[in-house]
């Protein structure tokens, strides 16, 4: 069953100031940023998305999450159209977005609170949420207290509080060092190995698709599209033996091969741009 279908999905950016050089070489006062976009998303799937920087990748998470308006197409979920933010979506994003002023349980109980849930029922929540991410004992501290690897926990432990149908996560371990960033990777899929919800993650990393995904989306270079779709057949539980393994090296060899030219067009198109503003 489908549970997101995102259908020739449209997205334009009018630019203000000089003109940009596009990628083809015209002089253009608008930006394509996706165009004819199409995806299918099961329901309980974990599906990753890569592409060349500038692509769109994050531009199309916040459109599947109703935050941002697409100029053409349809996306829908359980075929419902999606033009505004939903309650049964949580979003993850790169940076950890937490309230200083909240301690980390609070800020877990935040969903449940503008919600009016029960005060005794969100706070058991939260610490259910906190204990699931080990963090338990670090109910009273603030954010500026906590390291990024424990920030992005309790980001992800808010999204899971409100145990939405689909999580968007828009690379949220990006800032973080490698070793906290695949001990974040192997509990992310724990969680989600045990409440199985629909889950479309976005990164610049292949090692990292390929550890998360069932299906890695490789994207072209500006206007995005889908290029091509790898299953990645590796067995679950995964856990740090799966990244030696012979598969996996495979794999990331792959996508790499796939993603490797769309890198060098992005790039290309960068550098024209950057040439033309200097005009």
């Known amino acids: 069953m489908m549970?997101?279908?995102?259908?020739?999905?449209?997205?334009?950016?009018?630019?203000?100031?000089?003109?940009?050089?596009?990628?083809?070489?015209?002089?253009?006062?608008?930006?394509?940023?996706?165009?004819?976009?199409?995806?299918?998303?099961?329901?309980?799937?974990?599906?990753?998305?890569?592409?060349?920087?500038?692509c769109g990748k994050s531009v199309l998470l916040n459109i599947l999450g109703g935050l941002a308006a697409k100029n053409g197409g349809s996306v829908t979920i359980d075929g419902n159209e999606v033009t505004e933010p939903n309650e049964r979506l949580g979003y993850v994003f790169q940076?950890?977005?937490?309230?200083?002023?909240?301690?980390?349980?609070?800020?877990?109980?935040?969903?449940?609170?503008i919600r009016r849930v029960d005060a005794a029922l969100r706070r058991a929540k939260a610490r259910h949420l906190l204990r699931l991410i080990g963090l338990s004992g670090f109910e009273k501290w603030h954010p500026n207290q906590l390291s990024g690897g424990m920030q992005q926990r309790i980001a992800i432990a808010r999204a899971l509080a409100i145990e939405p149908e689909?999580?968007?996560?828009?690379?949220?371990?990006?800032?973080?060092?490698?070793?906290?960033?695949e001990l974040l990777q192997v509990e992310l899929l724990q969680i989600w190995e045990g409440i199985h919800n629909t889950v479309v993650f976005v990164t610049h990393s292949i090692e990292e698709a390929i550890f998360l995904a069932d299906r890695v989306i490789v994207m072209?270079?500006?206007?995005?599209?889908v290029k091509e779709i790898v299953d990645i057949n590796i067995p679950r539980p995964r856990d740090d033996y799966t990244r030696n393994s012979v598969k996996f090296a495979a794999y990331r060899q792959k996508v790499w091969d796939i993603l490797k030219d769309e890198v060098y067009k992005a790039q290309d198109d960068m550098e024209k741009s950057a040439l033309s503003s200097q005009l």
């Open 166 to 181: 689909v999580l968007l996560m828009d690379e949220p371990f990006a800032a973080l060092d490698n070793q906290t960033r």
């Open 220 to 225: 072209t270079s500006r206007p995005g599209q």
């Open 95 to 113: 940076q950890y977005a937490l309230f200083p002023w909240r301690t980390a349980l609070s800020n877990i109980e935040y969903p449940l609170e």
């Open 3 to 54: 549970k997101i279908v995102a259908a020739g999905v449209q997205k334009r950016f009018i630019l203000s100031g000089k003109q940009k050089l596009g990628a083809d070489g015209t002089v253009s006062s608008e930006l394509q940023v996706l165009k004819d976009f199409s995806l299918q998303v099961k329901s309980g799937e974990f599906l990753v998305i890569v592409g060349p920087s500038g």
